[in-house]
């Protein structure tokens, strides 16, 4: 089977990129061939570059919304599906949908879409969350499929009229298994760690607001992985709040999981949520996990594995922290049942093996016309 995927953005190795990497490097494994088409160039077509998967570079697929890039976005893609044609055209992230699946469609070529948190989601105001819903229920008429990542999104979706229950799917997140270390330290000092970008909708802002309010006879220490725009405001807060000595500002880094594994506990504190990998490799490692209760988090975290926040909740925020920076056993006991749970529902391959039946029931059917 020969798959085109289509992306939007480059610059960044977020969770829909990083998602996109291991679903090409799985597709090659199993004997498929594979071609990324991605807006412009970063630290996603270096690590495609890095993987020796095929990809080329799009002057005209851009994040920000322009009639002129737009048009010819969808020419520049509705040209490369010409001479790549491919058996399947898979879309990630919502203007690549937009392009890719309006392109395929011209081509009659089968196109699937997966919505890494939908354009209208919670958060959004409420105009654009109506004009997106209306753009998404007409371009999901164009969709052979569409993959939902949590059953929340699926449930959102219909909420606002977009897909029916036989088109759209949930295909949760699933991350490749890594070689990890015997067991978790158990450090002395316990270490806590975030792994997102500083940006809306994450909110390490709060987080360190709250970890401000900590018992002063608390001793932790809390590792911050990620860049973006909210980072100097970030370690501004820091300072002033004199934690600079306990929080540590790594930017972006390639080593995600040398750190997971080095951390006894996980946070992911966000404003609205799609379903994050993060918290899957979290999970991988063994790792206690505090999280928000926004989008389809819920379904990777409960109180068997960790502590569910209601979004602003300082004082849950605060219990949650306490309880498990104070007690060792119980963040040993969480970490195995995330271990557990990642093992059971969250592995690559069963992401794998659902993607690829989508794949071939779209074709099977196509067959049969």
Excluded at 7 to 24: M, P
Excluded at 95 to 108: E, T, Y
Excluded at 205 to 228: H, M, Q, S, V
Aim: glycine fraction near 6%; include cysteine.
């Amino acid at each position: 089977m020969k798959i085109v995927y289509i992306i939007t953005r480059s610059d960044v190795l977020g969770g829909a990129s990083v998602h996109l990497l291991d679903l090409a490097k799985g597709m090659i494994e199993k004997g498929h061939q594979v071609h990324i088409l991605v807006g412009g160039t970063g630290a996603f077509t270096e690590a495609l570059e890095k993987n020796n998967i095929a990809y080329t570079s799009l002057t005209h697929l851009k994040r920000e919304l322009s009639v002129q890039h737009e048009v010819l976005g969808y020419v520049e893609i509705k040209k490369q599906l010409k001479q790549l044609k491919p058996d399947i055209v898979h879309c990630h992230s919502t203007k690549a949908g937009l392009l890719g699946r309006l392109a395929a469609k011209s081509l009659n070529i089968p196109v699937v879409f997966t919505a890494h948190g939908w354009a209208f989601t919670d958060g959004v105001g409420a105009k654009k969350q109506k004009i997106y819903a209306h753009v998404e229920q007409a371009l999901s008429k164009l969709s052979d499929a569409i993959i939902s990542v949590s059953d929340y999104d699926r449930q959102h979706g219909f909420k606002h009229n977009v897909g029916t229950q036989q088109l759209v799917t949930t295909v949760h997140n699933g991350v490749p298994d890594v070689i990890k270390s015997t067991s978790n330290p158990q450090n002395a000092v316990p270490k806590l760690i975030m792994v997102a970008r500083f940006e809306e909708p994450k909110d390490q802002y709060f987080l360190i607001n709250t970890l401000a309010e900590l018992p002063k006879n608390l001793d932790w220490r809390l590792d911050l992985i990620g860049d973006g725009p909210n980072l100097q405001k970030c370690k501004d807060l820091t300072k002033s709040k004199q934690l600079d000595n306990k929080i540590i500002f790594h930017g972006q880094s390639f080593k995600v999981q040398e750190f997971l594994n080095q951390a006894d506990i996980f946070i992911l504190i966000s404003k609205y949520e799609g379903f994050p990998l993060t918290i899957l490799e979290a999970m991988r490692a063994s790792l206690p996990i505090i999280a928000s209760d926004v989008g389809g988090v819920k379904e990777s975290v409960n109180p068997n594995n960790g502590f569910l926040i209601a979004k602003n909740d300082s004082t849950a925020l605060r219990a949650a922290l306490v309880n498990l920076i104070s007690d060792a056993k119980l963040r040993a006991q969480l970490g195995n049942n995330s271990r557990k749970a990642y093992e059971a529902n969250f592995t690559f391959d069963i992401m794998l093996d659902k993607t690829l039946a989508i794949y071939n029931k779209i074709l099977a059917q196509r067959d049969l016309r």
